[in-house]
């Protein structure tokens, strides 16, 4: 958070440090001040992380009754956000800026000498965005007349963002039906789709893992497979941003998309706020359950309070909230009944905002969300171990009891301090811990091999794998602002340390999974990867100019560069990469009244950090083994006697030379045009093409697994990765007064290549290196291209909600999308997860296209005549109809492959419904405001 006294294209004060004046502080100063703050940041600092934006800005340009460019003009703005106010002056051209900005509503006040001030109301400032008042007319005053015009602020486009994606304000995601983790409502933006194949939302044709998510600017995804992140509730927020692509050079680190929310802050007065919310099987309709949907009974409730306030006014805010929540799954297990999975979080949130002067704001931040869950289902149900994702029969219960550990804690602290009127830093600290675990709760559980009969789905023994992972980030990161004349400039520098530890063990001493293929053929899997440690560090830094060339005309370029340091797991490095260059260069063109309409196009290379499963794979310097064998009866009675069919020693690979990290190329061209202050469209059309990733397959050469770039070194073999994502966007969006809001889009987009992501979809899993979702040898690349798993044709989507008379509320959102790309799968030599395609990727039909509609419904019941305090009654209905479509399907069509290449053992459930969409249900709630 800013101070109150800061200016951007305008004059300084006399004194220096309010700003309007003429005076400023020479550059050399400043230029000294910075270095001096990079230094000593980079020696206190042992990592960091790379942060995203939590504020925003208002501008606008002041004319006087001429309509000629007015200097010198005095902008005052202030609101409940904001500790103080901020003052910013008008440049000789008539422009102002205010940077920096808590997200909220606020009041400007546009003055000067002679003239009748304006007065601006409910000025909405959001995440990452910059806010326009437009052209503002100044009125000559009277002498004996004085006063204020008053007006309402007008919606008007952002005129120097070329940012593909949207906000989510607290009033838009309250007023409508969604689930009670703020990564739910993602998926309203256009480009981001649900996902039914296990991963989180997809992002511009990427999967789940290659998006960050960011909690007050700090990244709270959790490594080391980037499929998970700290959840918290709505009522913990303000507002929450989904960036696609488009970015200055500031932003970087992902393949898909940012996400970006922004927790509640204290005020000068005090509030707060109490909620608890109920679901369970009694409100949900019968539901239709694939392989993969294995529930009979649910229940689920979350309980919370906020508090926020002055522990002094307008100098140091406090702002408290927890959420424990609790989740209870009727599970049937084969042969025994029901078994209850039980889960509970304790998510909070803490932040303290001190204005440590009036050039020094300071925010502390705390938020987690620690799980513990008593499993049912084992690696069967949580990972599919064998292919399955449930045993149709269960010879005891062992292998289904389980105890999971997850979640995480983050902590930072970030600073803004103005270094001159025209110049301020931001930095920000930052630590981040989550494990996630699951362990068997028995002892037969740990001491016997985990038995799966493919054929039959026949299960028994222990629990398979024992595994407990710890990772985080420790980081921060510096960056510097200074305008010069029509220049804005931004710099920066970031430093990233994510770490992995792991502990991985196979139950019944080393024998872990044993799967019977078909008559007299089994197979085992078995690897030796006990203590692992490892880590990446990646420093980076970015330059960027927005620079206003002419009238209506703007252009932001910049450049980043950041680099990859793999540490072994002996402490050094093992893999550097150190040329990722990564330029931006975005246009927007403003014809006419600023704010009105916009025409912009950007280009951008973005690199994403490679995962550190690779390095925990292939930089242990104490080697690990890995292999699969096959008897010709059961090794539980007899482990000798089998034949090695594969295996692979994993230990300390050489470093590989010319590495390149996984980046592609973004293209983007759109106009947006405000028809009227309630309704504004947008088209935009859209191109991104996957140029290099890194992947751990065999080599060719010496029939080892190494990693590297496919098509590169000793990968040469391999045909190159492609993935290329096109899309044509139209957005509607209509607000009446601030009873009803409408959004309404539709995307046609095409998503085709041979590589699938960090996500297999195929089958629905984690591919940890990267070769199950590409391949895992240049032998099995034929009919690899094609239709990719979350190919679209069409998505529409239409949310809105109104207001009526007596506190009654209603909110809607609608989905429809065409079905997702269906394939032939068959086995590998390499065993589950790595497959073969036999006919074209993404040649087997399509699932059926489907429809969601989900409602809200509240009445707000005021306790006070002021209405500070007021009851608020909740009901949501999901799945509105209950279509219940199937929307995933079983693809493997044979589960063995004999020496010689002949498919054989036929699966029996090829073709079967996996997953339907959910079966519709109620969740009743109650929000509490004072």
């Not at 002056?89 to 003055?111: C, E, K, N």
């Not at 649910?298 to 929540?325: C, I, Q, V």
């Not at 994502?725 to 601030?738: G, I, M, P």
């Not at 498919?903 to 459930?909: A, K, L």
Request: proline share 5%.
């Amino acid at each position: 958070m800013l101070p109150t006294q800061h200016v951007t294209r305008g004059a300084a004060n006399p004194q220096g440090s309010v700003v309007g004046g003429r005076h400023m502080f020479p550059l050399p100063m400043l230029v000294s001040r910075v270095l001096w703050l990079l230094v000593a940041a980079a020696c206190l600092l042992p990592g960091a992380v790379s942060a995203q934006e939590t504020t925003g800005n208002i501008e606008g340009r002041v004319l006087d009754e001429r309509r000629s460019p007015l200097a010198q003009a005095h902008v005052l703005v202030a609101g409940p956000a904001l500790q103080g106010k901020r003052v910013a002056w008008t440049d000789d051209q008539g422009y102002f800026r205010v940077p920096a900005l808590p997200v909220g509503l606020y009041i400007a006040t546009v003055s000067g000498m002679t003239y009748r001030s304006v007065t601006f109301e409910n000025v909405r400032v959001q995440l990452g965005a910059t806010t326009t008042l437009g052209n503002i007319r100044m009125d000559i005053a009277a002498h004996e007349v004085q006063g204020t015009t008053t007006v309402a602020a007008r919606q008007l486009i952002d005129p120097a963002s070329t940012s593909v994606g949207g906000n989510l304000t607290s009033g838009t995601y309250t007023a409508l039906p969604s689930d009670r983790d703020y990564q739910s409502i993602v998926t309203l933006v256009p480009g981001a789709n649900g996902s039914s194949f296990g991963d989180r939302a997809n992002l511009s044709g990427a999967t789940g893992p290659e998006t960050a998510y960011f909690v007050d600017g700090v990244n709270v995804v959790q490594p080391p497979s980037n499929s998970q992140s700290i959840s918290l509730p709505h009522n913990f927020l303000r507002e929450v941003e989904v960036r696609e692509g488009g970015y200055e050079a500031e932003f970087g680190g992902v393949l898909g998309g940012i996400v970006n929310a922004v927790t509640a802050s204290g005020g000068n007065e005090f509030h707060g706020q109490a909620f608890g919310f109920y679901a369970n099987r009694l409100l949900t309709s019968g539901a239709k359950r694939g392989a993969a949907q294995t529930s009979s009974g649910y229940l689920a409730y979350d309980m919370g309070a906020s508090e926020g306030g002055p522990l002094l006014k307008d100098r140091l805010w406090f702002f408290l909230a927890g959420n424990p929540t609790s989740e209870h799954e009727d599970v049937p297990v084969p042969g025994f009944g029901d078994r209850t999975d039980r889960q509970r979080a304790e998510r909070y949130s803490a932040k303290i905002t001190w204005k440590v002067s009036d050039n020094t704001h300071v925010d502390f931040t705390a938020v987690g969300d620690p799980t513990r869950r008593d499993q049912v289902g084992g690696i069967v149900r949580e990972n599919g171990a064998g292919g399955l994702s449930q045993a149709n029969a269960l010879g005891n219960l062992d292998p289904y009891l389980g105890e999971q550990r997850k979640g995480g804690t983050n902590f930072s602290v970030s600073a803004v301090h103005i270094l001159t009127p025209k110049a301020f830093m931001e930095a920000t600290l930052s630590r981040a811990d989550s494990r996630a675990s699951l362990l068997p709760t028995t002892a037969l559980g740990r001491g016997e091999p985990l038995f799966i009969d493919t054929r039959t789905g026949f299960v028994e023994g222990g629990f398979g794998t024992l595994s407990d992972r710890k990772s985080g980030r420790t980081g921060a990161r510096l960056a510097v602002s200074y305008v010069w004349r029509r220049h804005s400039f931004k710099a920066g520098a970031e430093y990233s340390d994510e770490f992995y530890r792991t502990f991985e063990d196979q139950s019944a001493g080393g024998l872990g999974i044993v799967l019977r293929i078909r008559d007299s053929l089994y197979q085992t899997t078995t690897y030796e990867d006990k203590h692992t440690s490892n880590h990446n560090r990646i420093p980076a830094g970015f330059f960027q100019d927005s620079w206003q060339v002419g009238r209506g005309l703007e252009l932001n370029a910049g450049l980043r560069w950041s680099a990859e340091y793999w540490i072994s797991s002996g402490g050094d490095v093992g893999q550097r990469i150190t040329n990722e260059w990564q330029p931006r260069v975005g246009l927007t063109y403003v014809p006419g009244e600023r704010g009105r309409q916009k025409l912009f196009a950007s280009y951008g290379r973005t690199y994403q950090p490679t995962r550190l499963n690779t390095p925990q794979l292939f930089l242990q310097d104490t080697p690990n083994l890995f292999s699969i064998r096959v008897f010709n009866h059961d090794p539980r009675q007899d482990p000798t006697g089998g034949t090695t069919v594969f295996s692979q020693l994993l230990g300390r690979q050489s470093e590989v030379k010319d590495l390149e990290g996984a980046h592609h190329d973004d293209f983007q061209l759109g106009y947006e045009h405000l028809l009227s202050h309630q309704l504004k469209i947008g088209i935009r059309g859209r191109y991104r093409s996957l140029r290099q990733g890194i992947v751990g397959v065999i080599s060719p050469a010496t029939g080892r697994a190494v990693y590297g770039n496919p098509g590169e070194g000793e990968l040469v073999a391999y045909p190159e990765m492609k993935r290329e994502y096109r899309a044509l966007e139209l957005v509607f969006q209509r607000t009446l007064a601030s009873a009803t809001s409408l959004e309404a889009s539709w995307v046609w987009s095409r998503n085709q290549g041979n590589y699938e992501g960090y996500w297999d979809q195929s089958i629905g899993t984690n591919d940890p290196v990267g070769a199950a979702a590409f391949m895992a040898s240049p032998a099995l690349a034929r009919n690899t291209s094609g239709l990719l798993p979350n190919d679209q044709t069409h998505v529409f989507k239409l949310f809105g909600s109104q207001s009526f008379r007596h506190g009654i509320g209603a909110g809607a959102t609608l989905t429809w999308a065409t079905g997702t790309p269906l394939s032939e799968l068959g086995a590998s030599p390499f065993g589950y997860p790595y497959f073969v395609f036999l006919r074209p990727r993404g040649r087997g039909g399509r699932t059926p296209s489907t429809y969601d509609l989900n409602l809200r419904l509240s009445w707000n019941v005021l306790m006070d005549r002021g209405g500070t305090r007021n009851i608020r009654l909740i009901a949501d209905a999901y799945h509105i109809g209950n279509p219940r479509r199937v929307v995933f399907v079983d693809q493997i069509r044979y589960r063995a492959v004999t020496g010689s290449g002949m498919q054989v053992s036929p699966n029996p459930d090829y073709g079967k419904p996996l997953a339907f969409q959910p079966p519709a249900a109620v969740r009743l709630g109650m929000e509490v405001d004072w």
